[in-house]
Each structure stands twice: as C-alpha cells, then as structure tokens.
C-alpha cells in the first residue's frame, strides 16, 4: 500500500514515462485467480493470462520491452511492495475471488460497507481492506476453517467440527500453481510473453506484406 501522504497510482512508470492504467480491482483479482487454477506446466496458459491481463490493465500501451512492462505489472499487482509483497502463496489454497465472491462481497459489505459489485475500487485500496479483513466476518472465518490443521487439534469432537467445516466450505477449483522459487516464476513469465509478443509483431508484418 502506498504512503498516507501519497495518493494511489493512476499510471504504471516504465523507462521514465508513466503509462495510464485502469485500477478496478477486478483485473489485478481475475489475473490471480487465473495464475492459481493453471497447472505448473501449462506456461502457454500462463502467457495467454499474463498478455490478456496487461492488455485489460493499460489505458497507454507501453512502448518498452515485454519484461519491462511485466515488471512494471508485477510491481502494480504486489501494491508497490517487493517480491514478497505479492498474494500468491505456497501455503496451499485459502481462498479464491472467484468462488468466494458471496462472501467477500458480503465481508466488505459488512465491514467498509462496500458494494463491490457496483464499485470500481483501486486495486491497492481492495488487497489493504481485504487482509484487513476481521474474524467478524464469515468470509474469514471460512478462510480460518480452511487453514486449520485437523490432526493438530487434540479434542475429538472439535477436531470432528472442524473437519467437518473444512469439507462444507472446501475450495472446488483446481489445485492453485504454486512455484518454487518466485524468481524463477518471474522469468518464466517474461520468457513466455516475450515470445507471445514476438509471434504476434511476426504475424502483424506478414499481414503488412501483404497488403
């Protein structure tokens, strides 16, 4: 999240130019949830979902290499933060927008008094309440039944509640992608697109040629 005395960026600066960027939150939330249901192997999902999430998000197109405008992305979805600022975790799935949705849509409600669904809340603004979420809400709640171990609880009925509650509210969607090494990830990600983009600048002189 950016300082209080700052307000919340409007543009993404790649190369010493500020590019335009649409902030609604749902874009930063839909690319998320794509990276979390593909498999580890499936990099030409991964690119797809990476070059249609930079297509949705700048206004500007930038006019910079494709690991600079990932880059510029990354630092974007993480809220300014470093590596570890960003929300994909190796902890196993917790929760997804998707699926949750009722129930975010109703903790926001709850708790900011938010409609997220007539809202177009800047996305830095959405992750700073959604980790600010309390344990009043039944959305964190759900999240909490999920995170529980069964086999570390040592009272038989509570571990039967418990397992119970993690069956009712258990995630439906594929298991999420988590890489190794973030590093890693990132490089795979710039390689991929960067090879999208180039097929694509490929096709578009052909198409010139003939003309």
């Known amino acids: 999240m950016t300082k209080l005395t700052e307000k919340l960026p409007r543009s993404i600066e790649i190369d010493g130019i500020g590019y335009r960027i649409d902030t609604d939150y749902r874009i930063m939330a839909d690319l998320e949830t794509a990276v979390c249901r593909i498999g580890a192997d499936d990099k030409g ?18 006019k910079a290499p494709a690991e600079k405008i990932i880059a510029g992305m990354l630092w974007y979805y993480r809220c300014g933060k470093g ?23 109703a903790a926001f409600m709850q708790q900011y008094g938010d409609d997220l669904i007539n809202s177009e809340m800047h996305w830095w603004e959405f ?11 039944k959305f964190v709640k759900i999240v909490q039944y999920r995170r529980t171990d069964p086999s570390a609880i040592k009272d038989r009925n509570e571990r039967a509640r418990i397992n119970r509650l993690r069956k009712i509210y258990a995630l439906k969607c594929r ?20 090879k ?12 010139n040629e003939k003309e």
């Open 45 to 62: 999902s991964m690119a797809r979902i990476i070059s249609a999430a930079i297509s949705r998000l700048f206004i500007d197109i930038p």
């Open 83 to 105: 590596p570890s600022g960003g929300t994909f975790s190796n902890s196993g799935p917790c929760y997804d927008y998707e699926e949750d949705s009722d129930y975010i849509f």
């Open 127 to 137: 992750r700073a309440k959604f980790i600010s979420l309390t344990d009043s809400t």
């Open 175 to 194: 298991k999420p992608y988590f890489p190794p090494d973030l590093s890693e990830r990132n490089e795979n990600i710039k390689s991929q697109v960067k």
């Open 196 to 207: 999208r983009f180039e097929e694509v600048s490929m096709l578009s002189e052909k198409i």
